[in-house]
């Protein structure tokens, strides 16, 4: 059966090619050439299905990196897009299908089944994959040799949000007694909820309530929760549930003292857009950039040029370091022999990034173990950090503003 | 938990209920009387959200006025439909008539996807989050609105049923079709007829749908599994039955959420569902047919 | 037996039989790995679809929920495979009575209520969708989380265990297929095939002549859905994980009947054709927009739901019928 040309090169390559042709002439010497030309990265999100929104979010990061790249002198890359239309068996079908056609490094997949499915074509096939969202801990104890994750575990962000939430308490001087908990019912979920009851947290968790992810209607579930009478409320969610949690809350008259969020949604451009004032006060436990590095600035002009309305958040930042990731590692390589890249990715060692943390290096199990959350709170129509003390770039406001006076 | 909990929780469940019903209500009639398992009755709803959106994004029109309007086009769009493509699917098998809706759902779903891309979109009225306060019961005003706009498209299709020439030869359809072809009715137009109208139910109930809930392409398979287990319950053909089984299921899931956990309340209307099923298939005030 | 079980087919359709059997035999010898899993899943749906199709096509009854079948004898060999290590073959061994045992309740309520056409299709969902949330919220499964069986490196074919090449799979599926393809026709030419057929045309006049209607039909339910649990425990060994949300979702029982449905329910041929036509049309769309460098999210389910709609107004028999006479195999071919 013959090779079919790889599919899909992002139009983006073109100029980047024509770009980096005109950058290596003026540059030459600063520019290593990596044996073989740009490098094949497939990069296979969920863009169809109920998860499209965050598969194109992602995507975001993906455009605005190539320039990037060149102006740090890493070798280039060819952009392969896989969709995995939010479903784990065609997940598994078009990472074969980007092999097939060519792939030699995978990035992906943010969902987790999804990005297990992934795991397991790179895996059986040798070819690398970084996973730039995903944060089930079965998929690095499986004893991969060509995966590596750069994000956290759902144990490592229980353990992290954990401390920043008591960062923040420190930060307010007040630690609240009661809590009221309210968590979809998904993998990530109930993994997060059965995390944060082991870590014996300082107040009382008087109210779980878990539901559907797909709820288009929480009228029931905040009725119950404002009836818990709780001080604070807890909440591991998504984009959807927060908008209508949210709405609920206002049309209900209740503002707890705080809305701790652990996980996406509360801080989603999207968010931020449809609430508008009323989007303002909730704290967001999740892995962030460091608005204090170097490289964050940068990538924060280059996506503000590119995306003027938006604010950059998560998706963005990782699926930016996973590219980053995936060039450096090349260009250290020298080859896309995989087995060496596999080799070059483990032994990654990048301190000029972007997430908060020490940087960018990879344990046995291919984790990288130094990444820390940052609590971000929601202050007109844009995100700033409140915690840990060395990335912050704000203060904390506490309690939050009660819904009912705010126009 | 206090009574002031559970009236609200109550209050909440009934008229969610009634838009619920509204939405049924379209389903009701086309499967009462054309017999046809439209498994696109959730898209067909979303096709309606999405124009109200548009309309209010480029006109700022309120929902409720542009009512009347978008169940017009409904109409429109439901009639075209029977009448061009699922009239020769009548005759067909089960599997047939569903085949073709599951294919025209996942056109429907896809092609919006395509237009208006994957992120959830919103009507923001001025009454978006204003609530009224009735001594312990807080009640979301949009879905009030929306529950007394479900009421009158009811009393009004209500009324078309029992009172007007058409309304009485689309029930001598349903409940003979052999004895209507017999005296001389155009069974193929009142069909087109039928399903128009239940498309511009379909198209009130999306219309007041978008005032309390947002607007995704993914959402109509969640539905059209929903207006079924209203339908079945509350009884085909039967409007009152579709509002009342509406409320009913609205209700149970209020309820059940409130008591257990509020992820696993379908199972509740399932087993509503089953039970129906099982006990009185023609539903709380359904017909028994032969 | 076979000479059995080949009586009234033409040579013709003998041969092609042959043909279609060698070049799926030979086929992961020349494709490559992607296409390879295109095809595992062609058979999964083939084979799936020739389960429904005993309920469907023979017996007359509409199912739309038989993906609760698969999710149960997925689940079941996965759980005993996990906690117990018990090989999956015996896994299915223990999947059978629990598929057979639901579809016997669902069939016992549905035909002893009188739930018939339309009715029973809901009432399949119905149930479909209990088992999903039901599931999601049991947490001997991990619930939500998902089930997730320990993977190996691919460095030999486990047989036993199912665990290995995706070549291993391809003909496992293939034989089970071939195994499902000729336990229909044997159904079919038997006693129970002829009851199911006048159950099928008219089954007052059949209770009438003295057949047991209710037994059969329990028959014909169970038959179909201890067949279904197999590809169940297929699922689980080869995607290596569960989630309710996926395994028991109504989109799963919808793509298991599409192959059917298209091919021509009833036929023998059907399913199979179905689910190769279907595969083959959903990569080829995708294939044709990759390679125009269209890049559009959604754009290839709409193609395919335009093809699909074509199929269903052109062709009401499904593809195989009106195939079957243009190749002139027909005769006795049911």
Known sequence: MHRKPFANPRRITRRTFTAGVAAAAVAAPAIVRAAGGPLKVGVILPRSGFEAGIGQDCQRGVDITPPILKSLGLPELTIMNGDTESNVNTAREHAEKLVSDGAQLLIGAFDSGQT???????????????????????????????????????????????????????????????????HVNDLFGTGMAKGIHGMKPPYTIVEEISYDPGARDLSVEVTKAKAANAEIMLVVGRLNDAMLLTREMVKQRWTPNAILSWGPGWYE??????????????????????????????????????????????NHVYTFEALLIAADAYKRAGSSDPKALAAALHATHITDNVSIGPGIMFDAKGQNIGLKCGAVQNRGGKQVTVAPKEAANAKLEWPMKSYQNRT | MSLA???????AGVLTGLVYGLMALGLSVIFGVVRIVNFAHGEMMSIAMYIAVVLFAAFHLDPLVMLVPIAAVMFVFGYVLQAGLINPFITRPEHSQFLLVVALALIIVNTLLIIFGPDAQTIQTSYAYDSFQLGPVIVDASKAYAAAAAIVVTVALFAFFRFTLFGKAIRACADNYTGALVIGLDVKRLYAL????????????????????????????????????????????????ALIGGVLIGLTEAIAGLL????????FSFAILVLVLLLRPQGILGKRTA | MIARLAEGATRRSLWLLGAVVAVLVIAPFVVNDYLLTVMIVAL?????????????????????????????????????????????????????????????????????????????????????????????????????????????????????????????????????????????????????????????????????????????????????????????????????????????????????????????????????????????????????MAALGFDLPGAKQVFYGICLLLVVVALPEGIWPPLARRLGIDKGKR
């Open chain 2, 194 to 241: 039928t399903f128009g109208i239940g498309a511009a139910c379909v198209g009130a109930a999306g219309t007041m749908m978008s005032l309390i809930t947002d607007v995704t392409p993914m959402l109509g398979p969640a539905y059209t599994l929903l207006a079924f287990v209203i339908v079945i319950t509350g009884g085909l053909g039967s409007m009152a039955g």
């Open chain 1, 269 to 314: 451009n999207q968010y931020t857009k449809t609430l508008g004032k009323l989007s303002d006060g909730p704290i967001s436990l999740v892995p962030w950039y460091d608005p204090n590095k170097k490289l964050t600035k940068t990538l924060q002009d280059a996506f503000a040029k590119k995306f003027p309305d938006l604010n950059m958040n998560t």
């Open chain 1, 116 to 182: 297990t499915a992934v795991a397991q074509v790179a895996e059986q096939k040798g070819i690398p994959l970084v996973i730039n969202v995903g944060s089930d801990p079965q998929i690095t104890e499986q004893g991969y040799k060509f995966v590596v994750r750069n994000f956290p575990t759902v144990p490592m962000l229980l353990h992290d949000e954990f401390a920043e939430q008591m960062e923040v308490f420190s930060i307010a001087g007040v630690t609240p007694k009661t809590a009221v908990f309210l």
């Open chain 3, 44 to 288: 999964y749906l083939a084979y799936t679809g020739q389960a429904w199709n005993i309920m469907m096509g023979f017996a007359g009854q509409l199912s739309l929920g038989n993906a609760i079948y698969a999710g149960l004898g997925a689940y079941v060999a996965a759980v005993l495979f996990t906690r117990y290590g018990v090989a999956p073959w015996l896994g299915f061994l223990a999947a059978i009575p629990v598929a057979a045992g639901c579809a016997a309740i669902i069939g016992f309520l549905a035909f002893r209520f009188g739930v018939a056409g339309v009715y029973f299709a809901i009432l399949t969902i119905a149930f479909a969708e209990f088992a999903r949330v039901g599931f999601d919220h049991l947490d001997f499964v991990h619930a939500s989380a998902g089930l997730f069986l320990p993977v190996a490196q691919y460095t030999h074919d486990d047989l036993w265990r199912l665990r290995g090449n995706p070549t291993m799979f391809y003909y496992v599926m293939l034989a089970a297929t071939a195994v499902a393809f000729v336990l229909s026709r044997a159904l079919l030419k038997s006693r129970i095939g002829y009851f199911w057929l006048a159950i099928r045309e008219d089954e007052q006049a059949a209770r009438a002549t003295g057949i047991n209607t209710f037994r059969y039909k329990m028959y014909a339910l169970m038959i179909s859905a201890a067949v279904t649990s197999f590809a169940g425990v297929f699922y689980a060994f080869f995607y290596n994980n569960l989630f309710p949300e996926q395994v028991f979702n109504i989109t799963q029982s919808i793509e298991m009947i599409l192959g059917p449905i298209i091919g021509g329910v009833g036929t023998l041929f059907g399913p199979v054709l179905g689910a190769f036509v279907l595969t083959g049309m959903a990569e080829s769309v995708t294939s044709i």
């Open chain 2, 260 to 267: 257990f956990t509020p992820s696993a309340k379908t199972m």
């Open chain 2, 5 to 11: 909990v559970y009236l609200n929780v109550v209050v």
